[in-house]
């Protein structure tokens, strides 16, 4: 861990995006998940209007405005509104974390996300395979074996060049750690040495998010941003 | 290189209290008075007025990333036969100091010697992008026009002289240093991505309250997505005209 990043950050620690988006950088701190196994599905579910709000707030308006809308029912996602703009918005939960983070299993993560139309061909599939996987009842090591053998046998596309999304919800609950949340933008790549994006240094803007650790060949890269979707300022990291 | 319409108001507030000072490392000897003056420059200057102090051109040229990362960067500096390594690296990250003439070929700031740009390209794009700045510079050098500038480097990427950006292309220009010229000042601190322009895709840039901005300058076939991020690269916060 880059400790120089966090000591002036205590009020704002990168720890409220660790559980759900780096949870790599936290694994070490709490052996003990408090969330050891998948809450009854009810917990996990939302009211549909404020599941479509708070997907579309990931994004800027002017962007989510026009956007695919997803909602998570019992049997999957399932389009709530549909889009012309090619960008799909949905509210991911937590076993959207790599199968080591703390909170895969906490129903209260909401992680609002607007894929763009690369990453909704191509990284959204995943979000769709977990959910069937998680839905179906299995465990997380079924669900990140079963994510590996998917892309292994081409269930799952592959990655499109400029696959990226925003996650700019002042609404987002991503962790139960800090402030809970971090508006930030994310960029989906082939695996690269997190050093040839100058991740994880100090005072560099860019972090390495292991999301896909072990299930599929997509390195993940965080960049924080200033404001919020809706324009108003964001703590600073 | 970004056009910067982000900035707008706000910037060219922050510019007039900025710029005098900022445009400071460049072309120390020249009369700083047209620099404050939108398309005060339609010709080249005399080569002086571009070359820089070799020490103050490394400086400002790691200032554009993290001491972290720039500090083990290779450093060019721009003598008066084109760029030249000042410094070797060993992280494969280039940190430079482009000039005007990396602006879009129809910017009015394009000859401006004010304007210096710092920026520290990744390994992939000092291979596949960092060309593009040797090719435009040896063209100054030569004294080419714009036009036959614009010619020279259409003509490369058509033949392929000139590469595409490689995958995962991206740049650091966190300089609290930067000028982009008397309309936006040093504007935000910001990444900068490269593609491909027939992979030209949706990042849902230059929305309103979209932190993301896209330009594509003729003839070059690439896509460049800037991203602003909140601090300079020593840490400090960006201030007013972030988004």
């Not at chain 2, 030249?84 to 394009?110: I, Y």
């Not at chain 2, 300058?217 to 460049?224: A, F, G, M, R, V």
Request: aromatic share 10%; hydrophobic share 40%; proline share 9%.
């Amino acid at each position: 861990m880059n400790s120089n990043r966090f000591v002036p950050l205590a009020a704002f620690s990168l720890a409220l995006i660790l559980a759900f988006a780096v949870p790599g950088r936290l694994a070490g701190q709490d052996n003990k998940t408090p969330y050891p196994s998948m809450a009854p599905l009810e917990q996990y579910l939302m009211h549909r209007d404020a599941e479509i709000a708070l997907a579309r707030s990931a994004a800027p308006e002017s962007i989510s405005h026009d956007a695919t809308v997803l909602v998570l029912g019992r049997h999957g996602y399932e389009i709530a509104v549909e889009g012309k703009n090619g960008f799909v918005c949905a509210v991911e939960r937590g076993w959207m974390s790599p199968a080591d983070a703390p909170q895969f299993w906490n129903p209260n993560i909401r992680g609002s996300i607007c894929f763009n139309p690369p990453a909704a061909r191509s990284v959204l599939p995943v979000t769709y395979k977990r959910t069937e996987m998680v839905l179906a009842g299995r465990t997380k090591a079924e669900i990140t074996d079963g994510n590996k053998t998917a892309f292994k046998r081409g269930e799952l596309p592959a990655l499109e060049p400029g696959a990226m999304s925003y996650m700019m919800s002042k609404e987002a609950y991503l962790t139960d750690d800090g402030d809970h949340n971090l508006a930030h933008l994310m960029f989906y790549t082939p695996p690269l040495d997190g050093k040839v994006w100058g991740a994880d240094l100090p005072k560099s803007p860019v972090m390495l998010n292991p999301q896909f650790k072990g299930a599929q060949p997509i390195d993940v890269f965080i960049v924080p941003v200033g404001r919020w979707s809706d324009g108003t300022p964001a703590p600073v990291m | 290189m970004m056009n910067g319409k982000k900035f707008g108001a706000i910037g060219f507030l922050i510019f007039a209290l900025v710029f005098p000072f900022a445009a400071l490392p460049l072309s120390q000897g020249q009369d700083t008075h047209n620099r404050d003056k939108p398309g005060a420059y339609p010709e080249m200057s005399p080569l002086e007025h571009y070359l820089m102090d070799r020490n103050a051109e490394i400086a400002l040229a790691r200032s554009a990333a993290p001491e972290a990362l720039s500090r083990d960067a290779t450093i060019l500096v721009l003598g008066r036969h084109g760029y030249e390594t000042a410094l070797a690296g060993k992280n494969s990250f280039v940190c430079v100091v482009e000039r005007s003439w990396m602006l879009a070929f129809d910017d009015s700031e394009f000859w401006n010697p004010g304007v210096g740009l710092p920026l520290c390209q990744n390994p992939p794009a000092a291979r596949s992008h960092l060309p593009l700045t040797f090719k435009t510079t040896e063209l100054v050098l030569a004294r080419r026009s714009r036009k036959q500038m614009f010619d020279s480097i259409k003509a490369a990427f058509d033949q392929k002289e000139l590469p595409m950006p490689e995958h995962g292309s991206m740049c650091y220009m966190m300089s609290k240093q930067q000028n982009f010229g008397p309309k936006f000042g040093k504007a935000d601190p910001h990444l900068m991505f490269w593609f491909p322009q027939p992979d030209h895709m949706a990042w849902g840039a230059d929305m309103p309250d979209s932190p993301v901005d896209v330009h594509q300058y003729s003839p070059q076939p690439i896509t460049e997505f800037t991203m602003s991020v909140a601090k300079w690269s020593d840490g400090t916060v960006a201030g007013a005209n972030q988004r």
